[in-house]
C-alpha cells in the first residue's frame, strides 16, 4: 500500500452511476490518505499536451462539487482511445501521469474503456471499475468466451459467431452480474411505458416502445416491470407471424397492445431492423436506429386497415399503431439508490485493487443466495474469447420465453434481487420535495461545470 496519488477517469457513453463510482473512489481514498486526481474528458485528456486535471480530495476531503446523487460525470468522459499501436502515444501518457505524480490509474467505464486501458497496464498499473446501462459488461457464466468461433469472410474481415453454450446457468457463477446504470435506465423505461400504455389504452391503440441496449436485450427485459404485453430482444429473431397472431389475440380482448422491443432487434435472416444506413457513432459502433418504425411498417401491412375499421376504432392500420423510442433518457439524470450504493462500492474496491498492485483488473459484483451481493474482481482478460475480443454479454435465453416473447421464470429470479429495493425512501423524498422546488421558477439550471472548471490544472 505504498501509492500516495492516483488518477481516475471516466470513458464511454455517460450513466447515471459516475459520479457515484467516483465518489465511492473518493471516499475509499480519503480513508487510506491516498490523493485521487481526476483526469478530464478520459482518455482525450491524457492525449491533451496539458493534460487537463484536477484534484478531487484536497487534504482529503471530498470537494463538494462531487454529488453521487448527480448524474453524469463532473470530470467529463469522451469516446477517444487511445491506439495501442501508437507507442508514442503511450510514452507520451505514461510521462504526463508521471508528471502529474500519478502512480496507479482508475478507468470508469466499459469493454471499449478496458481496450483503452489493457495496453496502457503494460506500462502503468491500471484497473477498472464497470458502467453501463446495457448490463452486456460480463459473462453468463465463466467459460463463455470459449464459446466463440472465428471465420473469415471474402474481404478479408472476421466474423465471430457462438455456437450453442449451456442451456441453464446459476445466479452465482454470473460474472459481474449487474453494472451500475443499468437500474436507473430501466426505472426511466418502466416509466415510460406505463404512461404510454395508458393512451394506448385510452385511444385503442398498439403502442412500440424503443429501449436502448444494442445487441443485449438487459434493459428491454427489465422493462417487465412496466408491464408490457410483449418484450422482444437482440437475442431472439423476431417471428412476425407469431407476434401478429399475439398482437390479434391481445387487441380483440383489451382493445390496445403495448409492445418493448431493444434497438437491436433481428429478424430471422439475422439482419437489422430499421435503418441500414452505414453510420457510426464516435466508438465505431454502427448507430440503430429505426427499430420500431420497421416494426411498425411490418405490423401496418400484415393487419390492415379493414382490421381496425371492422371493430370501428381506427380508419386506418397506421393511425392506429405507434411508436415511442425512450432515448437518451436512459443514460441521465439522478440514479436510484441500487445504482448508488454498488457503483460507490465497486469504485472504492477499485482504489483498493490498485493499492494492492493489482493490474488490469475489473471491480465487479457477484451474487449468491446466501449472502446476496458482494463485490469481488477479476481479471479482464477472462472476458477476452481466444482472440482477444471481448463481446457484449447478451441475454441468456434462459431468462426468455420465447413463446409468450416474455420474461421466463428464471428470468425473473435474475431481476428480482437487482429490483426489489432498488428505490430507496430518498428517491421518493426527491420527487416530493426537489421536482416542483419553487425555487426552479425563478433560477435557471446552474452548470456543475463553471464550479469545476475553476479546480482545474493543466500540466
Known sequence: MSMKRIGILTAGGDTPALNATIDGAVKRANQLEVEVIGIIKGFSGLLDPRAPHLLLNPLYQTIPELD??????????????????????????????????????????????????????????????????????GLNYPEEPYEWTRTQNDDGKFKYDKENGRKQIERDEIVNYATPGYATAVFVAVQAIQRVRTTAESHRRIAIIEVMGRDSGYISLGCAYGQPDMILIPEVAVDLDRLEERVRQLYDLQKNCVIVIGEGIRDQHGNLFGDKASSFDPAGNII????????????????????????????SANEAIFTRKVGHTQRGGRPIRFDR????????????????????????LKYCDERGFEVSSTD????????????ARTVHLSKYDQERMHLS???????????????????????????????????????????VHKRIRYL
Open 68 to 137: 453521487p446523487y448527480m448524474g453524469g460525470t463532473i470530470i467529463g468522459s469522451s469516446r477517444h482511445y487511445i491506439d495501442p499501436a501508437k507507442k508514442e502515444e503511450f510514452k507520451g501518457v505514461t510521462e504526463k501521469l508521471s508528471r502529474m505524480g500519478i502512480e496507479g490509474l482508475i478507468c470508469i467505464g466499459g469493454d471499449g474503456t478496458i481496450n483503452g486501458m489493457q495496453p496502457i497496464s503494460e506500462y502503468f498499473p491500471c484497473v477498472l471499475a464497470p458502467k453501463t446501462i446495457d448490463n452486456d459488461l
Open 288 to 315: 440503430m436506429s429505426g427499430a420500431a418504425e420497421h416494426l411498425k411498417n411490418e405490423l401496418v401491412t400484415r393487419l390492415g386497415d379493414d382490421f381496425f375499421r371492422s371493430r370501428r376504432r381506427h380508419d
Open 341 to 364: 450504493f454498488y457503483a460507490a462500492s465497486l469504485g472504492g474496491h477499485a482504489v483498493d485493487l490498485l493499492l494492492k498492485q493489482e493490474n488490469n483488473s475489473i471491480s465487479i
Open 380 to 391: 479482464a482478460n477472462r472476458l477476452r474469447d481466444r482472440w482477444g475480443i471481448i463481446h
Open 409 to 451: 421464470i428464471f428470468g425473473r429470479d435474475y431481476l428480482k434481487p437487482i429490483f426489489d429495493h432498488a428505490v430507496g425512501p430518498e428517491d421518493v423524498d426527491y420527487l416530493h420535495n426537489e421536482i416542483f422546488l419553487p425555487g426552479n421558477l425563478s433560477s435557471r439550471y446552474q452548470s456543475i461545470n463553471v464550479d
